[in-house]
C-alpha cells in the first residue's frame, strides 16, 4: 500500500488542516503569534525614523466552525510592513489581519525600546536614555489605536521638605502613560509632558556640575505621587488629539519599606461640561 504522505520537498495536493471545520461549538477569543522579534523602524522626531527590535503580538479571533488560524501569515504581514511602523501602520495590518484569515477581530501589540539623545543640562554632555513603547491596535466593537511609553523620573517628598530643616528624601519612580489619539502626537512630546511635571528629569550622563543642577531642581520642585497624576493629566487633557489616556506612577521609595502608587484615567466627553468623564 503506498503511503498518503508526500515525500519530502513534494508540494503536491499538501492539506489545509487549520481551514478543515471543527464540530465542538466554541470560539476562541484570541490565537495567533506571541513574542515575535523582529527588526523593526519606527518614527523619530530629531532623525526622521530610529531602527529597534519589537517584540510583536499578532492575535485574530476564530470562529466556531474553524479548526485552526494560519501562523505563518502574520509573519508574512509583519515581514511586508516592518520598515515603519506607525499607529497608521498598525491600522493597516489589522485590516490585512482581518482579511487574510477571514476573522471579524484583530489584535496587534508591538513592544520596542526607543531611545532620545538627551544633553545634561549645564555642561551639554550628550547621552542616549531609553524608554520602553508599546504601539497597539484592535478592531471589533470599538477600534482602538493606542501609544503607551514608560519614563523614568526623580521625585522628591514635598513633605519631607516641609518638615526637615536640612534637605528632603527623593526617589527614582517610573511614569507610564498610554494614550489613545484622533491624530498625531509624537513620542517625543509625550515623554516631555511626563519630564516637565516631575521633580527633575533623568539623565545618562552627568559630569559634576550637572549633578549639582539635578539636585538643587529637584528640591525646588518637590511632587506627591498624587502631583504627578494631576500635572500631567492637565496636560493631556488641554491636547485635542488625546481621546483617552491612562496614567500609573510608582515610585521607589528611598526611607519606607514599600512603593508609592497612583493611577488615573479619563476618556474625552464633548456632551459634558468639563469635556471629560
Given at each position: 500500500?503506498?503511503?498518503?504522505?508526500?515525500?519530502?520537498?513534494?508540494?503536491?495536493?499538501?492539506?489545509?488542516?487549520?481551514?478543515?471545520?471543527?464540530?465542538?461549538?466554541?470560539?476562541?477569543?484570541?490565537?495567533?503569534?506571541?513574542?515575535?522579534?523582529?527588526?523593526?523602524?519606527?518614527?523619530?522626531?530629531?532623525?526622521?525614523?530610529?531602527?529597534?527590535?519589537?517584540?510583536?503580538?499578532?492575535?485574530?479571533?476564530?470562529?466556531?466552525?474553524?479548526?485552526?488560524?494560519?501562523?505563518?501569515?502574520?509573519?508574512?504581514?509583519?515581514?511586508?510592513?516592518?520598515?515603519?511602523?506607525?499607529?497608521?501602520?498598525?491600522?493597516?495590518?489589522?485590516?490585512?489581519?482581518?482579511?487574510?484569515?477571514?476573522?471579524?477581530?484583530?489584535?496587534?501589540?508591538?513592544?520596542?525600546?526607543?531611545?532620545?539623545?538627551?544633553?545634561?543640562?549645564?555642561?551639554?554632555?550628550?547621552?542616549?536614555?531609553?524608554?520602553?513603547?508599546?504601539?497597539?491596535?484592535?478592531?471589533?466593537?470599538?477600534?482602538?489605536?493606542?501609544?503607551?511609553?514608560?519614563?523614568?523620573?526623580?521625585?522628591?517628598?514635598?513633605?519631607?521638605?516641609?518638615?526637615?530643616?536640612?534637605?528632603?528624601?527623593?526617589?527614582?519612580?517610573?511614569?507610564?502613560?498610554?494614550?489613545?489619539?484622533?491624530?498625531?502626537?509624537?513620542?517625543?512630546?509625550?515623554?516631555?509632558?511626563?519630564?516637565?511635571?516631575?521633580?527633575?528629569?533623568?539623565?545618562?550622563?552627568?559630569?559634576?556640575?550637572?549633578?549639582?543642577?539635578?539636585?538643587?531642581?529637584?528640591?525646588?520642585?518637590?511632587?506627591?505621587?498624587?502631583?504627578?497624576?494631576?500635572?500631567?493629566?492637565?496636560?493631556?487633557?488641554?491636547?485635542?488629539?488625546?481621546?483617552?489616556?491612562?496614567?500609573?506612577?510608582?515610585?521607589?521609595?528611598?526611607?519606607?519599606?514599600?512603593?508609592?502608587?497612583?493611577?488615573?484615567?479619563?476618556?474625552r466627553d464633548r456632551s459634558m461640561p468639563s469635556g471629560?468623564?
Amino acid at each position: 500500500m503506498m503511503s498518503s504522505k508526500q515525500p519530502p520537498g513534494s508540494t503536491a495536493i499538501l492539506a489545509d488542516v487549520q481551514s478543515r471545520p471543527d464540530d465542538r461549538a466554541l470560539a476562541i477569543d484570541w490565537v495567533g503569534v506571541k513574542g515575535l522579534k523582529y527588526p523593526i523602524t519606527v518614527l523619530d522626531r530629531a532623525q526622521g525614523k530610529q531602527a529597534t527590535v519589537g517584540s510583536v503580538t499578532m492575535l485574530v479571533r476564530l470562529p466556531q466552525e474553524q479548526k485552526g488560524t494560519h501562523m505563518s501569515r502574520f509573519v508574512e504581514i509583519l515581514g511586508e510592513h516592518h520598515t515603519e511602523i506607525t499607529l497608521s501602520s498598525v491600522q493597516s495590518m489589522l485590516q490585512e489581519m482581518q482579511q487574510r484569515l477571514g476573522s471579524q477581530r484583530a489584535r496587534l501589540e508591538v513592544l520596542f525600546p526607543y531611545f532620545i539623545t538627551k544633553k545634561a543640562p549645564v555642561t551639554g554632555t550628550p547621552g542616549l536614555v531609553g524608554y520602553n513603547v508599546q504601539l497597539a491596535g484592535r478592531t471589533g466593537i470599538r477600534d482602538r489605536l493606542e501609544l503607551r511609553v514608560e519614563v523614568p523620573v526623580t521625585t522628591l517628598c514635598p513633605c519631607s521638605k516641609e518638615i526637615s530643616e536640612v534637605g528632603a528624601h527623593n526617589q527614582r519612580g517610573a511614569v507610564t502613560v498610554l494614550v489613545r489619539l484622533q491624530g498625531m502626537l509624537w513620542l517625543e512630546e509625550l515623554v516631555e509632558i511626563v519630564e516637565r511635571c516631575a521633580s527633575c528629569e533623568v539623565y545618562s550622563v552627568l559630569k559634576r556640575p550637572d549633578e549639582k543642577y539635578v539636585t538643587e531642581r529637584a528640591y525646588q520642585h518637590p511632587v506627591f505621587v498624587e502631583d504627578l497624576l494631576r500635572e500631567i493629566a492637565s496636560e493631556l487633557m488641554v491636547r485635542e488629539v488625546v481621546e483617552h489616556f491612562v496614567i500609573e506612577v510608582e515610585t521607589i521609595e528611598s526611607i519606607h519599606d514599600h512603593n508609592a502608587y497612583g493611577y488615573l484615567s479619563r476618556t474625552r466627553d464633548r456632551s459634558m461640561p468639563s469635556g471629560w468623564r
